[in-house]
């Protein structure tokens, strides 16, 4: 979402349009060349399709492309020309498209934070009740019409600048440069509307999911030590009397640091710019204009980051990719050659189901079996027969 009031500011000397170019540049060709990534991948990768979560990502990932697109470039060409030269209409369109498709990143990373949450905090049954194939596409559609209502609509319509067109009009124009400039200056009813339906609602619930997922996977983490102790040989016990303290406190760490990671990197991209966005039109409209560009920009990055975030850390991603830059080297594909995969066992602990995996691994004559949790989503339970 980009409800920005965009303030006419002062030139750039030859080092700093080189810097500025290079970063936005860099910020472009990263955000289009990821979130590309992560769509190949999902397309050519069978087992990346069966898995629902997926659905939401690419959707995301298109959202965040198409940003990279149609909006980064015009920002930029502004930003370093001073100036904007492509009419008032094609500036309302421009500020239209950025607030649909960030809005609509926004609305994506909430509903994969809400994909996760049913899939580790629930039942299996209420998982596959809550994520039907009619559902995902209710929710993915939602991501998409929802932000027309605060974009294209009230934009055209010029509901945002109810009340302040006298003050839009004396900075769109600078008489100091015979400058023309994009504004897109909110009023209080507009920019609180926007910004809790684009940001505030999305990072309440974002957080209440997070905040459930991470307690979660403490807690299974707990019950599935218990389940290893169970089962594990006397002797292995007895030769290793921490090992299965210690995958528990890895797996909650690791749990911890990717929900914070993602937390963070979502409240340091966003928080600053829709902070400001609610108390600049209070204080008469006086943020400025360099600070703006910085937390427009900022926002942007975001983009940039989710394939990061959202499909780097996954390790099937991971291979996908991998797959992809080094042109189908077979060494990437499934199965893994050191290793071979029989059926899984199931256990119930307070209604919640656990999987084990036996895996065989084979070096030279010598055969050791071990058995391996499975996280209790779903989606891993149907990978595994």
């Known amino acids: 979402m980009k409800v920005y009031t965009w303030r006419p500011h002062e030139g750039f000397g030859v080092g700093e349009k080189i810097v500025l170019i290079t970063f936005i540049s860099a910020v472009i060709l990263?955000?289009?060349?990821?979130?590309?990534?992560?769509?190949?991948?999902?397309?050519?990768?069978?087992?990346?399709?069966?898995?629902?979560?997926?659905?939401?990502?690419?959707?995301?990932?298109?959202?965040?492309?198409?940003?990279?697109?149609?909006?980064?470039?015009?920002?930029?060409?502004?930003?370093?020309?001073d100036k904007w030269i492509y009419g008032e209409m094609f500036c309302l369109v421009r500020t239209s498209l950025d607030v649909l498709l960030t809005t609509a990143s926004i609305l994506h990373l909430c509903c994969i934070s809400l994909d996760r949450y049913y899939a580790i905090c629930c039942q299996p049954l209420v998982y596959r009740n809550k994520m039907t194939p009619l559902r995902i596409a209710l929710m993915l559609g939602g991501c998409w019409i929802i932000?027309?209502?605060?974009?294209?609509?009230?934009?055209?319509?010029?509901?945002?600048?109810?009340?302040?067109?006298?003050?839009i009009e004396k900075r769109k124009y600078s008489k100091d440069s015979n400058s023309t400039y994009c504004i897109?200056?909110?009023?209080?009813p507009y920019a609180i509307t926007c910004s809790v339906v684009a940001f505030y609602i999305p990072f309440f619930l974002m957080v209440l999911a997070y905040y459930r997922i991470y307690v979660t996977a403490r807690e299974h983490a707990?019950?599935?030590?218990?389940?290893?102790?169970?089962?594990?040989?006397?002797?292995?016990?007895?030769?290793?009397p921490d090992q299965h303290t210690t995958h528990r406190m890895k797996t909650e760490t690791k749990a911890a640091k990717t929900l914070c990671i993602i937390m963070g990197c979502f409240c340091l991209c966003w928080a600053p710019f829709f902070i400001t966005n609610v108390i600049d039109p209070f204080i008469n409209y006086t943020v400025p204009g360099?600070?703006?560009?910085?937390?427009?920009?900022?926002?942007?990055?975001?983009?940039?980051?989710?394939?990061?975030?959202?499909?780097f850390l996954n390790k099937s991603f991971r291979r996908a990719f991998l797959i992809i830059l080094c042109c189908g080297d077979e060494k990437y594909r499934r199965p893994s050659i050191l290793g071979q995969t029989v059926p899984c066992s199931t256990t119930t602990i307070n209604g919640s189901t656990h999987v084990?995996?036996?895996?065989?691994?084979?070096?030279?004559?010598?055969?050791?079996?071990?058995?391996?949790?499975?996280?209790?989503?779903?989606?891993?339970?149907?990978?595994?027969f």
């Open 290 to 311: 360099q600070l703006w560009t910085a937390f427009l920009w900022l926002g942007y990055i975001n983009s940039g980051l989710n394939p990061f975030l959202y499909a």
């Open 222 to 240: 707990r019950q599935i030590g218990v389940l290893q102790r169970a089962g594990a040989p006397a002797d292995h016990r007895h030769q290793h």
């Open 184 to 188: 897109f200056m909110v009023n209080k």
């Open 30 to 81: 990263m955000t289009t060349l990821g979130n590309l990534l992560v769509m190949v991948a999902v397309c050519r990768d069978r087992q990346l399709r069966k898995i629902k979560t997926n659905y939401f990502i690419v959707s995301l990932a298109f959202a965040d492309l198409l940003v990279s697109v149609l909006v980064m470039p015009f920002g930029a060409i502004e930003l370093i020309q």
């Open 356 to 384: 084990l995996r036996y895996t065989v691994l084979y070096n030279g004559h010598h055969q050791e079996q071990d058995k391996l949790p499975i996280h209790n989503d779903p989606e891993s339970q149907e990978s595994c």
């Open 147 to 167: 932000p027309t209502f605060i974009s294209f609509l009230p934009i055209m319509q010029g509901w945002n600048s109810i009340g302040i067109l006298d003050l």
